[in-house]
C-alpha cells in the first residue's frame, strides 16, 4: 500500500510538473498582455511532434533542445501576425481569437502527424529503472523533473536579476508607464509570448517520452493548467509552481482511493480556493 | 399602424420566419431538424448573451449548464418518470441550482480571469458525466430514453417522430424564453445591467450591488442555457457528453459575436449561421471540419468583429 501510493505521489509530482511549466507560461502571458491563450496546449502539440520529426536527424538531444526553441518562434509569428492585432480592444476577441487558434492547431496536427498515436523512443538508459523495489523512479522521470527545475529556475532567474525579466514585471504592473519610459512594449510582449510558449514546447517533448504522442495531448493538459493558475493566485509564479504540483499530487492521491474522481478533484479543490481565499494561496487581492 | 410597422419591422421578420421556418427549410433543401436546431442553439447563444453582451460579463463556460440540462431531461425520462415535461423541469431546474451554487465563487472575478474561472468550473460536469459511468452512460453518452407525446387532457401533443411537432414545441419555448428577457431588459433591473456592462465602477458608486446584479444576471442567464440543452437534448433523443466540454462553450461564444452581441437578435442569426455552415462543413471536409471552424474563429475576430447585425445597423446608419 505504501508503495502503491509512493507511485502516486510520483507519478502525481511529473504530471503536476508539466502543469507548472504549462501554467507559469500561461500566467506569464496573462498578466503582461491580458490573453488567455486557449491555443497553449496546441503550441505544446507541436512541441512535442517537433521533437518526433526531427529526432531521427538529431538524435534525442537535439530535438530536446531544438523543438522548444522552433516552437517559441512559432509562437513569436503567431504572436507578432495575429495575436498582438487584438491588443487593446475588448478581451473577448483575444479569447476568441487564441480559441480558434487552438481548434486549428489540434485538428492541424492530426492532418501533418495522423489520428494515431506515434512511438518517441527515448534512449534506453534514461529508461532503467534505478532501483529494484521502486520501480517506478525510471532514470527519465528524474531526469524530467531535474529538466523542469532548471527551466523555472532559469526562468525565475531571469524574471528577477535581467532587465527583460524587471521590464516584464514592470509591465504586468503599468504597462502604461513602461511604455512611456521608452520600453518598446510590442517587442516586450512579443519577447515575453516567445518565453511562455518556449515552456509549453517543453513541456510537450518531455511529455512526448513520458505519455506518447497524440494529437489530444495538449487538449488534456490546458484546463489543469488554468486551475493551477487559480489555486496558485494569478500574477505569482511561485504559486503557479506550487498549484501545478499540488493538483498533480492531489489528482495522483485520489487514483489511489477513488480512481473516477482523479480529474474532478482539482475543481473540487480549485472551488474551495476560490470559496477561502479567492485571490488563490500566494495571489494579491485586489489584482483581478 | 404604419408606426409600428416601421418600429418593429425586424420583430416582424424575425417571427415570420421563424414561424415559417419548417417550410422555408425544407424549400431550400435543407430538412426541419436543421431548423429545429437553429432554434435551440439560437435560445442558447440569446441566453448567453444575455450575460455576455447585456451584462457585460465574460463567460467562457456555459456549455456546462447547457450540458446539466441535457443530462437532467435524460436522466429523468430515463429513471424516474416518463414524462417530457417533468424531464425538460428536472432539466431546467439542475441547471439553474448548480448556476446558483457556483455563482458566489466567481462573480467577485472580473475580465479574463472570470472567463477562466467559469470555464474551469465546467469541466467539473464534464468529468462527472464521462466518469460516472454507470449512470450517466459515460463516453458514450446517454442513451436508451426518448421524448413521449404530452397528454394536456383535452388534447395529446404527438411529439414522437413528428419533427414539425416537435420544431413548434421547441419554439414554444424558445418564445417564453425570449419574451422574459426581453421583458427583464426592459425593466429597472435589466438597466442596471446595462449599467454594469457601460461603467462598473459608477454604478457601484450609484449604490448598486454589482457583485449580486452579476450573480441574478448569471443565474438567469444559465437557466435559460438549461432550457435550451434539454431541448436540444429531447430533440436528438440522446446526451452527448462533449455538450458539456469547454469546447462547445467556446461555440456558443462565436455565435454571439458572429451575429452580434450588442443586438437583441444577433445571437439567434449567429446560431442560423453556425449551424448551417458547420452542416456543409461537416459534409464537404468531414475530417477536418474542426480546423475549418477554428479558421471561422479567427476570420470573425479579425475582419467581422461587430458581427452580422452590427455591420448591418452600421449599414443603414450610413
Known amino acids: 500500500m505504501t508503495q502503491l501510493i509512493l507511485f502516486n505521489v510520483a507519478n502525481g509530482l511529473i504530471i503536476g510538473a508539466f502543469y507548472a511549466l504549462m501554467a507559469i507560461g500561461l500566467s506569464l502571458i496573462m498578466s503582461l498582455s491580458d490573453v488567455i491563450n486557449f491555443a497553449h496546449g496546441g503550441f505544446l502539440a507541436v512541441g512535442a511532434y517537433l521533437a518526433f520529426t526531427l529526432t531521427p536527424y538529431v538524435g534525442f538531444w537535439g530535438g530536446l533542445l531544438l523543438a522548444p526553441v522552433l516552437t517559441a518562434i512559432i509562437g513569436l509569428i503567431v504572436e507578432k501576425f495575429l495575436i498582438s492585432r487584438v491588443y487593446g480592444r475588448d478581451p473577448l476577441y483575444s479569447l476568441l481569437l487564441t480559441f480558434g487558434l487552438a481548434f486549428m492547431f489540434e485538428d492541424g496536427t492530426r492532418w501533418i502527424w495522423g489520428a494515431q498515436s506515434l512511438p518517441y523512443e527515448v534512449p534506453s538508459w534514461l529508461m532503467q529503472p534505478l532501483s529494484q523495489q521502486y520501480f517506478f523512479l525510471t532514470g527519465y522521470r528524474l531526469f524530467m523533473i531535474a529538466l523542469v527545475a532548471i527551466a523555472v529556475g532559469g526562468l525565475f532567474y531571469v524574471m528577477s536579476k535581467t532587465r527583460l525579466g524587471l521590464r516584464i514585471r514592470a509591465g504586468t504592473l503599468d504597462l502604461e508607464t513602461v511604455s512611456v519610459l521608452g520600453v518598446n512594449v510590442r517587442v516586450l510582449r512579443n519577447l515575453n509570448f516567445g518565453i511562455g510558449i518556449y515552456l509549453a514546447g517543453l513541456a510537450g517533448v518531455l511529455a512526448a517520452g513520458q505519455l506518447g504522442l497524440e494529437p489530444t495531448i495538449g487538449a488534456s493538459v490546458i484546463m489543469p493548467s488554468f486551475v493551477a493558475i487559480i489555486i496558485g493566485g494569478l500574477g505569482s509564479l511561485t504559486g503557479t509552481l506550487l498549484g501545478g504540483l499540488l493538483i498533480g499530487v492531489a489528482s495522483g492521491l485520489t487514483g489511489v482511493f477513488l480512481p473516477p474522481a482523479s480529474e474532478a478533484v482539482i475543481y473540487v479543490m480549485m472551488a474551495l480556493v476560490l470559496l477561502v481565499r479567492p485571490q488563490g494561496l500566494l495571489g494579491e487581492e485586489g489584482r483581478f | ?318
Open chain 2, 1 to 318: 399602424m404604419q408606426a409600428f410597422v416601421k418600429q418593429n419591422a425586424l420583430n416582424i421578420v424575425i417571427w415570420a420566419l421563424l414561424l415559417t421556418m419548417p417550410f422555408l427549410m425544407n424549400a431550400v433543401g435543407g430538412y426541419t431538424q436543421l431548423g429545429t436546431q437553429v432554434v435551440v442553439l439560437g435560445l442558447a447563444a440569446m441566453a448567453l448573451n444575455f450575460l455576455l453582451g447585456h451584462t457585460g460579463v465574460l463567460s467562457f463556460g456555459h456549455a456546462a449548464y447547457f450540458g446539466l440540462g441535457a443530462y437532467g431531461v435524460g436522466l429523468t425520462i430515463r429513471y424516474f418518470e416518463q414524462s417530457t415535461l417533468l424531464g425538460l423541469l428536472a432539466g431546467v431546474v439542475l441547471g439553474a441550482v448548480a448556476a446558483a451554487v457556483i455563482g458566489p465563487l466567481i462573480v467577485r472575478r472580473r475580465g479574463v480571469y472570470f472567463a477562466m474561472v467559469t470555464i474551469a468550473f465546467g469541466q467539473v460536469f464534464y468529468f462527472i458525466a464521462v466518469r460516472w459511468n454507470k449512470v450517466t452512460g459515460g463516453d458514450d453518452g446517454l442513451t436508451n430514453w426518448a421524448r413521449h407525446d404530452i397528454n394536456l387532457g383535452f388534447t395529446k401533443i404527438t411529439l414522437v417522430n413528428e419533427p414539425i411537432h416537435f420544431y413548434y414545441f421547441a419554439l414554444f419555448f424558445f418564445a417564453v424564453a425570449v419574451a422574459i428577457m426581453a421583458a427583464i431588459l426592459r425593466s429597472p433591473f435589466g438597466r442596471v445591467l446595462l449599467a454594469i456592462r457601460e461603467n462598473e465602477r459608477r454604478t457601484r458608486f450609484l449604490g448598486i450591488n454589482v457583485n449580486f446584479h452579476i450573480w441574478a444576471s448569471w443565474l438567469i442567464s444559465c437557466t435559460f442555457m438549461a432550457l435550451a440543452g434539454a431541448l436540444f437534448a429531447l430533440q436528438n433523443n440522446f446526451v452527448d457528453p462533449h455538450s458539456l466540454y469547454w469546447t462547445q462553450s467556446g461555440i456558443f461564444v462565436i455565435m454571439c459575436v458572429l451575429g452580434g452581441m450588442r443586438s437583441f437578435w444577433g445571437p439567434l442569426v449567429g446560431a442560423a449561421i453556425y449551424v448551417v455552415l458547420q452542416d456543409y462543413l461537416s459534409s464537404v471536409v468531414s475530417d477536418y471540419w474542426q480546423f475549418f471552424v477554428g479558421l471561422v474563429f479567427v476570420a470573425v475576430v479579425l475582419f467581422f468583429p461587430r458581427g452580422f447585425m452590427g455591420a448591418l445597423r452600421r449599414r443603414t446608419a450610413e
